[in-house]
C-alpha cells in the first residue's frame, strides 16, 4: 500500500477493457454544454492486492465491488465498489490525457450504508498523480461532502448522488491517475468500520479536451451501462 500523507455532475458510459492488463476505453465521450463527458467505474480500477475492511470482516481485490442488483439500481454499469472503511484506504482512476488539459472538472458519484458519512476538511481528499518517490501528490484537494444512510443498522443502499470536488484543474499530456483518499479514523457502527468512508459508484471528468480511461476487470462490464 502506498505511504500517503492522510491528507457533482452526471452521465455514464460503459468502458472497453481487457483480461490481464490495463485496456484504453475506446468509447466516445459523450458531451454536455460542448465539453466531453467521461465515466471512470469505480469497479474497473485496479484492485490487484488491494484490501477492503466491512461492517464486521474483510476482503481483497475485486471482492471489494458490489453489484446493485442486491438492494440498489442507481450505480452506473450496475456495479460499486465498498470497503473502503480504514484509514488510508483509496481508489485509483487513471486515463490518458491526449494533450494538457487547464479545465477538469473532477466529481464523483456516492452513496452511503449503516452510517451516514459527513466529512470536513481533508477527511476524505482527493490526490492527482502520487509520486512514489516522493509519497507526494502533484496535486491534491479537500473533498467534504454529507450522505446520508437509512439507518445505523441497514445495510440498504441509498440512491447514488453526484458530489462536485473541483474545477478548472490542470493534468499533463499522457498517463495521470486521480484518487480518492480516506483520511480519518471515525469508528463506524460496525466492528472493523475503522474510518467514515463512502460507496463509490464512478469519478466524473468533463473537460473541452481529450482523455481515454484506463480500464480493468472486465469481468465487471454489462451490456446496458446506467
Not at 42 to 67: C, H, P, Q, R
Amino acid at each position: 500500500m502506498k505511504a500517503k500523507k492522510l491528507t457533482a455532475l452526471l452521465l455514464a458510459l460503459s468502458l472497453a477493457l481487457c483480461l490481464a492488463v490495463p485496456a484504453l476505453a475506446a468509447e466516445e465521450a459523450q458531451e454536455e454544454d460542448g465539453r466531453n463527458v467521461y465515466v471512470l467505474e469505480a469497479e474497473n480500477t485496479d484492485l490487484t492486492d488491494k484490501f477492503g475492511s466491512g461492517y464486521s470482516g474483510s476482503t481483497t481485490g475485486t471482492g471489494m465491488v458490489i453489484g446493485d442488483d442486491t438492494d440498489n439500481k442507481t450505480a452506473s454499469n450496475g456495479y460499486y465498489v465498498g470497503w473502503l472503511y480504514y484509514p488510508g484506504a483509496y481508489l485509483s482512476f487513471e486515463f490518458e490525457a491526449a494533450e494538457d488539459i487547464d479545465d477538469l472538472t473532477i466529481a464523483f458519484r456516492l452513496s452511503a450504508q449503516y452510517n451516514s458519512v459527513d466529512v470536513t476538511g481533508d477527511q476524505v481528499y482527493v490526490g492527482i498523480n502520487y509520486d512514489e518517490d516522493t509519497n507526494e501528490y502533484e496535486q491534491t484537494f479537500d473533498f467534504p461532502f454529507a450522505v446520508e444512510s437509512y439507518s445505523e443498522m441497514s445495510s440498504a443502499v441509498k440512491d447514488f448522488e453526484d458530489f462536485l470536488v473541483v474545477e478548472n484543474v490542470s493534468v499533463h499530456k499522457g498517463l495521470n491517475a486521480v484518487e480518492i483518499v480516506i483520511n480519518n479514523d471515525i469508528q463506524g457502527v460496525g466492528g472493523t468500520m475503522k474510518a467514515a468512508a463512502p460507496l463509490v459508484d464512478c469519478l466524473i471528468l468533463t473537460t473541452a479536451g481529450e482523455i481515454t480511461p484506463i480500464a480493468y476487470n472486465p469481468e465487471f462490464v454489462t451490456e446496458t451501462g446506467k
